[in-house]
């Protein structure tokens, strides 16, 4: 036979001997005295708090007169968590309370746990037995008859940002000079820093200020020495692994290999080669050709080296231009391995077909056009505003 009155005894000098928890918040902001107990010392104004434990010290902290003097130091953010912790106790106790009448429990107040205790009624069945409390900061299970309590740590969260969440007290109660007041200090920086407007639209923005917003206070952004090492290695990281999460997606299903060859701004020729499968097109690599003679050997040589890189295996065709030596390449390729072959670049096909249209001797009505549209998209793509308007109002984010 289980002796309840004992064993709640037991339970309760073992909690009250207890050190003090690390897991309330507010340890963050006191520290106890040795061999005097429910004493506290605040780490903000170094008051001594005789007394009430933790409890005083919220008290103290969240400036609440009669109990304990206020603390003229601690920050406007740790007061005001300290007064929404406080009210979260009164409202765990008044549960407490009215739970216990309900039941009538005969042996005492089973549902005196601390103050960050969640507890929860649910229908067991018997026998009823009072179980053990395990240690402070570890799960209890107290089963009579058809009650069971359950402790569970809460925690406590910075506003929320995100679209759609609820908001909480604190930014609920945030006025609109506040909110004036932190977008402009935003748009300070972005102007100093001749960020381009239309990063407000990348997908990476909102999630940084969700995550500075849950933080609070203090916040310190990333330096220059940490956006240009350790931040930038773990960058690369992250995009190496999407990388190779897309390329085990080619051994399933298989890829095509697409050549692009074209001349950059130092007039040096470069071939691009890019991987398309059902999960999109991604970058392979880039060769310089500078010096190279792009005959069918050459272009045999250089395609077949990135097929081997690839691995024959998976690719289902190469693409590249429709000139006669990617062509006879492309043909020699296919003979070699027999399970890929030559595809014609769709788009090269019809840029040679309007080639013609675009000569000023047979057609200079639609040489003025061309070269009009050209000036027109330069100074789209070289004027960040108009850039975002075209996006957001006219091609739907496309280009």
């Not at 935003?186 to 100093?192: D, E, G, Q, S």
């Amino acid at each position: 036979m289980v002796d309840h009155h004992s064993s709640a005894a037991t339970s309760s000098a073992s909690v009250a001997s207890a050190p003090a928890r690390s897991e309330d918040p507010t340890w963050a902001h006191a520290r106890a005295v040795p061999n005097a107990k429910n004493n506290t010392i605040c780490l903000h104004c170094n008051k001594l708090i005789k007394g009430g434990g933790i409890t005083r010290l919220k008290y103290h902290l969240a400036g609440i007169r009669g109990q304990v003097e206020s603390c003229k130091v601690v920050s406007s953010d740790i007061r005001f968590q300290m007064k929404q912790m406080i009210e979260e106790l009164k409202k765990s106790k008044e549960t407490k309370k009215r739970i216990q009448s309900e039941i009538g429990n005969p042996y005492g107040d089973p549902f005196d746990v601390d103050e960050e205790e969640e507890v929860r009624v649910v229908e067991k069945s018997p026998p009823q037995t009072l179980g053990k409390r395990k240690s402070r900061g570890k799960d209890v299970d107290i089963d009579m008859g058809q009650i069971r309590v359950k402790k569970k740590i809460k925690s406590y969260f910075a506003p929320r940002t995100t679209p759609g969440a609820q908001p909480s007290i604190r930014s609920a109660l945030a006025t609109k000079a506040m909110i004036d007041k932190a977008k402009m200090n935003v748009a300070r920086w972005w102007y100093h820093s001749n960020v381009p407007f239309y990063a407000s639209q990348s997908p990476y923005y909102q999630p940084m200020i969700d995550s500075i917003a849950s933080i609070g206070p203090g916040f310190k952004g990333p330096s220059f020495y940490e956006l240009s090492g350790p931040l930038l290695r773990n960058a690369v990281h992250e995009v190496n692994d999407f990388l190779l999460d897309i390329k085990n997606d080619w051994k399933v299903y298989g890829c095509s290999v697409m050549s692009d060859g074209w001349t950059n701004q130092k007039q040096q020729p470069i071939m691009n080669f890019l991987v398309y499968s059902p999960r999109g097109a991604m970058f392979l690599k880039s060769i310089d050709t500078s010096g190279l003679t792009k005959d069918a050997e050459t272009l045999f040589n250089i395609f077949d080296s990135v097929v081997q890189e690839i691995g024959v295996e998976y690719i289902v065709q190469l693409i590249t231009d429709n000139a006669s030596a990617y062509k006879k390449a492309g043909k020699k390729l296919q003979q070699k391995y027999g399970t890929l072959f030559w595809s014609p670049c769709a788009a090269h096909c019809i840029d040679l077909m309007l080639e013609n249209l675009a000569n000023p001797k047979w057609f200079p009505l639609v040489d003025e056009a061309i070269k009009k549209a050209k000036k027109i998209t330069k100074f789209i793509y070289n004027h960040g505003v108009v850039l975002d308007l075209m996006r957001q109002d006219f091609t739907n984010g496309r280009e």
